[in-house]
């Protein structure tokens, strides 16, 4: 987090300003799962998946047999495109919470084009619904159906018919309006083979001589899969396991591990009660990258608009709704599932 002097551009977001039409404050359900229709597989996606994780399986073995600067190169690939899922796709162009130049728009883009987790203009859809219908059957991930669900199996399945239903509801006209979105809605899959799969092969190829197997499977696939489940712990992880100092009405919560992998998406109970902060976590928690990352943007003047909740609303806010405790839960479980 940044240090209490930092110059944030709109720190005093009262209460009552923290949701937006887009992503309002919502409550649990009653703890059951969905009926809803018969799940339909998703062939295609199960047989994709399915050669990622063996394709990565094999990249753990290749890795003893790697340089060193494959490694590394493979960390750094992590950290763009995480960048591009947090500072983008999530915190810029789902929720609004700051605002970014030209520039940083464009990097923010390419990052998330290495991320290769949809395309900007869906993934901020699919998120501004999660965020209205939490763990009801418009959520595309509702964790109210299990672990798996929620982590991965809502890819392996055809949506409800309440996500469709309720994400045709959204405008996005926002985000149909920045024409690098556009682009790369357009030209996203000759995108994400060129920036997820073949330029992270071709740099250790060429300039460290690295074997074009390492590269593809250290480099390229283990690097992304993991990314994957990362980003998916989100979804699983924060919305099962951890405590809730925020609100405790609601599935998500604080945890640790998440915040590790995600560099700084795990302070999701936070996040689900005041979603327009563009730290996603309270001020006096360092361990966010994520919002580092966005200050020091703004230091250079290619972000601005940072949306910040106040210490007296979040305050208020724990002692009326929160569940009593302060910093991070692990494992924690409250029974949110049957």
């Not at 005093?12 to 597989?41: H, M, W, Y």
């Not at 990258?289 to 200050?295: E, V």
Request: hydrophobic letters at 40%; proline letters at 6%; a positive charge.
């Amino acid at each position: 987090m940044p240090p209490r002097n930092v110059d944030v551009d709109s720190i005093n977001v009262a209460e009552s300003e923290c949701t937006s039409d887009e992503v309002p404050l919502t409550f649990n359900v009653p703890d059951r799962k969905p009926p809803g229709p018969p799940q339909a597989i998703v062939w295609r996606n199960v047989v994709w998946f399915s050669w990622l994780h063996l394709a990565a399986l094999y990249g753990l073995y290749c890795i003893p047999f790697a340089s060193p600067w494959t490694w590394l190169w493979a960390i750094v690939l992590y950290v763009v495109g995480a960048l591009g899922v947090t500072a983008g796709a999530h915190r810029l162009w789902a929720h609004r919470s700051y605002k970014a130049k030209l520039p940083l728009r464009l990097l923010l883009t390419v990052f998330n084009t290495i991320a290769f987790q949809n395309d900007v203009i869906e993934w901020a859809r699919d998120h501004r619904v999660h965020h209205r219908y939490s763990e009801q059957d418009a959520d595309p991930h509702n964790a109210k159906r299990g672990f798996f669900f929620a982590h991965i199996g809502w890819l392996l399945v055809r949506k409800h018919p309440e996500v469709k239903a309720k994400g045709k509801e959204f405008d996005l006209s926002d985000l149909y309006s920045d024409p690098i979105l556009r682009f790369q809605r357009k030209y996203f899959l000759p995108l994400v083979v060129l920036m997820c799969f073949v330029f992270p092969v071709l740099v250790p190829y060429y300039h460290w001589g690295e074997s074009l197997a390492n590269s593809f499977y250290v480099a390229a696939v283990l690097r992304y899969t993991v990314l994957l489940h990362f980003t998916w712990s989100v979804n699983s992880f924060a919305h099962l396991f951890g405590n809730q100092p925020y609100d405790n009405r609601i599935n998500p919560s604080e945890n640790a591990l998440v915040t590790l992998g995600t560099i700084g998406e795990g302070f999701h109970n936070y996040h689900h009660t005041f979603p327009s902060d563009y730290s996603t976590s309270e001020y006096g928690i360092s361990l966010n990258p994520t919002t580092l990352f966005i200050d020091a943007m703004a230091a250079i003047g290619l972000a601005y608009g940072r949306k910040k909740m106040s210490r007296d609303a979040v305050f208020r806010r724990k002692q009326r709704t929160g569940d009593g405790t302060s910093g991070f839960g692990f494992f924690q479980s409250k029974n949110k599932t049957d």
